[in-house]
Nanobody, 123 residues
Framework: QVQLVESGGGLVQAGGSLRLSCAAS????????MGWFRQAPGKEREFVAA???????YYANSVKGRFTISRDNAKNTLYLQMNSLKPEDTAVYYC?????????????????WGQGTQVTVSS
C-alpha cells in the first residue's frame, strides 16, 4: 500500500508560480510511474503531467512549457513546478502512483491517489 500526501497549494495571482509536492510512503516509490491530475468544479479530472521511473516526462498541451514535473527518489517525493499560472489552472491538484513504471494520461491507470491540494489563481 502506498500513501500519497500533497502539499504546496494556495492562492496566487495570474503570472505567479507555485511548487506542489507529493510525499509518498513505501520503499518502491522509485519504481512507480507517477502523475499529476487536476479537477475544477463541475469538470472531470484531467491529466496534467506524468513521469516514469526513469525520469521520462509527459505533459498536457495546456501546461506544456509552463509546468515541470520531477521526482526525487531519495526523498520519495514528486514535484510539480507551476510557472506563468493562469486563472484556468484553478483546480484541486492530485498526485497519483501506478505500480507500472511508466506514466499514463488515463486516471484509471493509477493505483493510488492523494487527497488533493487546492490551487487558486486570481486574475
Amino acid at each position: 500500500q502506498v500513501q500519497l500526501v500533497e502539499s504546496g497549494g494556495g492562492l496566487v495571482q495570474a503570472g505567479g508560480s507555485l511548487r506542489l509536492s507529493c510525499a509518498a510512503s513505501g520503499r518502491t516509490f522509485s519504481s512507480y510511474g507517477m502523475g499529476w491530475f487536476r479537477q475544477a468544479p463541475g469538470k472531470e479530472r484531467e491529466f496534467v503531467a506524468a513521469i516514469s521511473w526513469s525520469g521520462s516526462t509527459y505533459y498536457a498541451n495546456s501546461v506544456k512549457g509552463r509546468f515541470t514535473i520531477s521526482r526525487d527518489n531519495a526523498k520519495n517525493t514528486l514535484y510539480l513546478q507551476m510557472n506563468s499560472l493562469k486563472p484556468e489552472d484553478t483546480a484541486v491538484y492530485y498526485c497519483a502512483a501506478r505500480r507500472v513504471g511508466y506514466g499514463s494520461e488515463a486516471p484509471t491507470a493509477y493505483d493510488y491517489w492523494g487527497q488533493g491540494t487546492q490551487v487558486t489563481v486570481s486574475s
